[in-house]
């Protein structure tokens, strides 16, 4: 089958791997429908960080093609969201919602498949794949369910873990896709107010024209923290850390050390955390 193939940074290439397949009884064979590129790909594609050569890919979704036998909760045929990481529903950390620490699970491509490519096998797939329902769905709406698979979630994730609620001022660090994702969800929460510290324009105009947010543009290299301004009232503020790099977790630290916040910085990295330690109301950052 065809596949997108990371061969060092600053190369990949579409090239030929092996065809998808059943490898155990629980395994589902996904034919991809649409799957996208996150920024965590660029991470490995500029150097940034490691990555093995082979498949790429983890955002996606598609239709069954094949189940093994313990397979219950999809069939041939399906309509499916395959979240970045596979889990098995079961473990004590995936029914705590966390199913990204699943004691049993991974993060595509470790099962073998990017989802950059034609095929994949999903490992757990009663626990990691979403149907969705009914048929016949536009190619607006398919583009929209494949947010679902990371930057949605994430995005989602970040505001309920920073404890958006109606009438509150939620500053957003960063515009990528995770960023706009966490506007819409911010607002879905209902925040009065969103200032999305960002650098590009065009995302931002999208944001604004969407969501009536307010802008601060951040500067390039840091500068002080731009959240403070969100609001200064105790208790109203609040800050998503959506773009996963030291520089924007410091800005978030340092704007709103005493509100709740989220982030979606990696683990993989020294980070300080005593922002935390005097923020009784803080949430820690999300792992993922
Ligand atoms: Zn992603
Ligand atoms: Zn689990």
Request: glycine share 14%; hydrophobic share 35%.
């Amino acid at each position: 089958m065809r596949a997108a193939i990371f061969h060092e940074p600053g190369s990949v290439t579409a090239g030929e791997r092996p065809d998808a397949a059943l490898r155990e009884s629980t395994d589902a064979v996904v034919r991809v429908v649409l799957a996208c590129v996150c920024g965590s790909d660029l991470w490995f594609y500029r150097g940034e960080s490691p990555f093995e050569p082979g498949p790429i890919g983890h955002e996606f979704i598609g239709v069954v093609e094949d189940v093994g036998d313990e397979v219950t909760a999809v069939e041939r045929g399906d309509l499916v969201i395959a979240p970045f990481a596979y889990s098995d529903g079961t473990c004590p950390h995936c029914r705590h919602g966390i199913t990204t620490s699943c004691a049993n699970g991974g993060f595509f491509p470790m099962n073998g498949d990017g989802g950059q490519g034609e095929a994949v096998r999903v490992p757990l797939a009663d626990g990691t794949l979403v149907k969705v329902p009914g048929s016949g769905h536009s190619e607006v709406m398919l583009r929209s369910l494949l947010t679902l698979s990371d930057v949605m979630s994430t995005g989602h994730h970040a505001a309920v873990c920073a404890e958006v609620k109606r009438g509150d001022t939620v500053a957003v660090v960063g515009d990528g896709a995770v960023g706009l994702c966490g506007v819409l969800a911010a607002r879905r929460l209902g925040a009065e107010r969103v200032i999305v510290l960002g650098r590009s324009d065009p995302r931002w105009k999208a944001a604004y024209l969407r969501r009536r947010v307010a802008r601060h543009r951040a500067r390039r290299g840091g500068g002080s923290g731009c959240g403070a301004r969100a609001d200064r009232r105790p208790g109203r503020g609040r800050v998503l850390e959506c773009v996963g790099t030291r520089e924007a977790f410091d800005r978030q630290c340092g704007s709103q050390p005493t509100c709740p916040t989220s982030s979606t910085y990696p683990t993989n990295a020294t980070v300080s955390i005593s922002a935390w330690a005097s923020s009784s109301g803080a949430t820690r950052p999300q792992r993922r």
